[in-house]
């Protein structure tokens, strides 16, 4: 069965720290893979895409792993601010086109001052 | 990368009562989908909208609960039929744009149904 899933569910963190993000899968085919941030009432903004050969992505203070061998994505927020507060998703497509999402439940990220 | 508005942003209405949600692109786009985030949930895709032609449902949802309409290239309309408080989520629209693999996602419908 092609799943997302993401850990932990939830995570509270002081401002200025650093997090980590956790994204398994069980997609296939598999053509690339995507972290979204989605801020509260709002649409997802693509943060960053990996496909098959690439390890590592970086957008600012994120910064996206992936590794095809064990299916396994992490998101590394680095000097975390207030305005990182949001739904972090791992998304996984299954062809070239963009058309196939599996989508995971999203990491809850509150930043606290 | 697309600019996509979405009326209304958010609603709250009466089960038996039908809403329509629109999505206007500000540019013209290849294709156009709705998706349906339930609270707690992950986005699920309800169908893909097609140009001059009926829409592409996925299992699970039928085009007389959520009847589909893309007229253009720019424009598509989600109707939530009949509603019922299990209907409450968000609603968002995206687009895929041409030579693009990423999908651009509307601010999304609010919609709590009473």
């Known amino acids: 069965k092609n799943q997302v899933e993401q850990s932990p569910q939830s995570l509270i963190i002081l401002e200025g720290k650093n997090c980590t993000l956790q994204c398994n899968y069980t997609v296939s085919p598999f053509s690339n893979l995507r972290w979204y941030k989605q801020d509260t009432g709002r649409g997802p903004v693509s943060l960053t895409i990996?496909?098959?050969?690439?390890n590592t992505k970086s957008n600012g203070r994120y910064t996206a792993t992936l590794d095809a061998d064990t299916k396994q994505s992490s998101l590394h927020i680095t000097a975390s601010q207030l305005s990182d507060s949001a739904s972090y998703i791992c998304?996984?497509?299954?062809?070239?086109?963009?058309?196939?999402?599996?989508f995971g439940k999203g990491t809850t990220l509150s930043v606290s001052s | 990368s697309a600019v996509i508005s979405q009326k209304p942003s958010r609603d709250i209405c009466q089960r038996g009562t039908s809403l329509t949600i629109q999505c206007q692109v500000d540019s013209q786009v290849t294709m156009m989908f709705w998706y349906r985030q339930q609270p707690g949930q992950s986005l699920t895709l309800i169908a893909t909208a097609n140009q001059g032609s009926e829409a592409t449902y996925e299992s699970g949802f039928v085009i007389d609960k959520f009847p589909i309409s893309r007229p253009n290239l720019t424009f598509s309309t989600l109707t939530v039929s009949n509603m019922s408080p299990e209907d409450s989520s968000i609603y968002l629209c995206?687009?895929?744009?041409?030579?693009?693999?990423?999908?651009?996602f509307g601010p999304g419908t609010r919609l709590l149904v009473l």
């Open positions: 998304v996984v497509t299954r062809n070239q086109a963009g058309t196939a999402l599996i």
């Open positions: 995206s687009v895929l744009t041409s030579g693009q693999e990423t999908q651009y």
């Open positions: 990996m496909t098959f050969s690439e």
